[in-house]
């Protein structure tokens, strides 16, 4: 796998400017999710609309794996966490560095709440590498954000460990709350 990505690489690297924009537009135009991440990627700024696109994407993951019965067997959950790490690292993670504190935090906040919702049979804790990922992000966006974003990322905190108790993603809200407030 390693060697068909370098070759791919390479061949974009050796490619001449002008092939490389047309092949991009003629991909852009037949992928309307990959317009729209490629749209995401290099805009500066992320509007609602990006948002609600991206939670979309995140129920596809969801309910692709759970289906309609919310359910996910042991032996669908490696799938399913590797699913999600993928569209936390392309989607959440440059939003992240792009300072987009608050659509990044809505997003992984999204994850966290909807993956509680399906019911899992995780006897391993692979889904430990997803609610750890989470903390990670959210621990970016704290270093990034302002005063206001913090208060109103600290009151959604407070909010879930008040009403819940281990459930996914609590240990880790709990870390965030002792580290950051």
Not at 31 to 57: G, Y
Not at 86 to 113: D, H, Q, R
Not at 115 to 139: A, H, N, P, T
Not at 171 to 177: F, G, H, K, L, T
Request: with cysteine; aromatic share 12%; glycine share 2%.
């Amino acid at each position: 796998m390693n060697k068909t990505l370098d070759k791919i690489e390479c061949l974009v690297l050796d490619a001449e400017d002008k092939v490389v924009r047309d092949f991009l537009i003629e991909l852009l135009k037949r992928d309307r999710e990959l317009a729209q991440r490629f749209t995401r990627r290099i805009s500066s700024k992320i509007t609602e609309n990006d948002v609600r696109q991206l939670e979309r994407r995140i129920d596809k993951v969801i309910h692709r794996h759970a289906g309609y019965e919310n359910y996910l067997e042991y032996d669908q959950i490696e799938k399913f966490v590797a699913d999600l790490m993928m569209l936390i690292t392309e989607e959440i993670g440059p939003l992240v560095k792009k300072k987009a504190n608050l659509a990044a935090f809505k997003l992984v906040n999204y994850i966290i709440l909807e993956v509680r919702k399906v019911d899992i049979d995780d006897l391993e804790g692979e889904l430990f590498e997803v609610s750890s990922e989470c903390q990670y992000i959210w621990e970016d966006i704290l270093k990034n954000a302002t005063t206001p974003e913090k208060e109103n990322m600290y009151l959604w905190f407070k909010t879930q460990l008040d009403q819940y108790k281990y459930y996914f993603g609590y240990s880790e809200i709990e870390v965030i709350c002792e580290k950051y407030f």
